[in-house]
T-cell receptor
Framework: GNSVTQMEGPVTLSEEAFLTINCTYT??????LFWYVQYPGEGLQLLLK?????DKGSNKGFEATYRKETTSFHLEKGSVQVSDSAVYFC?????????????FGAGTRLFVKA | KAGVTQTPRYLIKTRGQQVTLSCSPI?????VSWYQQTPGQGLQFLFE???????NKGNFPGRFSGRQFSNSRSEMNVSTLELGDSALYLC????????????FGSGTRLTVV
């Protein structure tokens, strides 16, 4: 079945450091891929998405490229800020009988120090 | 534009009781999905509704049920509550099928004592 694996956290960085959070997936067909972010006490927010191979999703300085050959969708940001501290979830949405559902990775907690 | 609204935000229930959680999706969104979030299991898919029909169901016991109304509002019900049902229950709505992404509500924090 479909699955998502992302790097374990927590990840601790200093402000202005480069961020990479790895995400790989297993899926049949051609899923859509997403990154969501969750701040304390809140629900998840869609950060970026890509719907086909080689697409690059980007938002708020974050980027991720849909790599079908390596089944990956790694999240990157060139210069993190303290306000980026949150939990990041990689997810895929694939067709299923009669509908679709989104599967989430375990989440990676990011701490950014001033 | 109003977001996804979940009520109540917090609930404390006793083992054996039942509970109903409510979700109002973004206007125009016909797909509503429910997830259970716990520190140990992460985000677990409960069910997905589209135009009042349940199209997908996760691997949860029959004590977990849901429905969707004609105005796309959704409810989920948990009967005979167990301590392990304590979790954050998240509702998410989507405009259309895969590729669009979800908008999540802030969740209902259920504590079973």
């Amino acid at each position: 079945g479909n699955s998502v694996t992302q790097m374990e956290g927590p990840v601790t960085l200093s402000e202005e450091a480069f961020l990479t959070i790895n995400c790989t997936y297993t899926a049949t067909g051609y899923p859509s891929l997403f990154w969501y972010v969750q701040y304390p006490g809140e629900g998840l927010q869609l950060l970026l998405k890509a719907t086909k191979a080689d697409d690059k999703g980007s938002n708020k300085g974050f980027e991720a490229t849909y790599r079908k050959e390596t089944t990956s969708f790694h999240l990157e940001k060139g210069s993190v800020q303290v306000s980026d501290s949150a939990v990041y979830f990689c997810a895929l949405s694939g067709s299923n009988t009669g509908g679709f559902k989104t599967i989430f990775g375990a989440g990676t907690r990011l701490f950014v120090k001033a | 534009k109003a977001g996804v609204t979940q009520t109540p935000r917090y609930l404390i229930k006793t083992r054996g009781q039942q509970v109903t959680l409510s979700c109002s999706p973004i206007s125009g969104h016909r797909s509503v999905s429910w997830y259970q979030q716990t520190p140990g299991q992460g985000l677990q898919f409960l069910f997905e509704y589209f135009s009042e029909t349940q199209r997908n169901k996760g691997n949860f016991p029959g004590r977990f049920s849901g429905r969707q109304f004609s105005n796309s509002r959704s409810e989920m019900n948990v009967s005979t509550l167990e301590l392990g049902d304590s979790a954050l229950y998240l509702c998410a709505s989507s405009l259309r099928e895969m590729g669009y992404g979800y908008t999540f509500g802030s969740g209902t924090r259920l504590t079973v004592v």
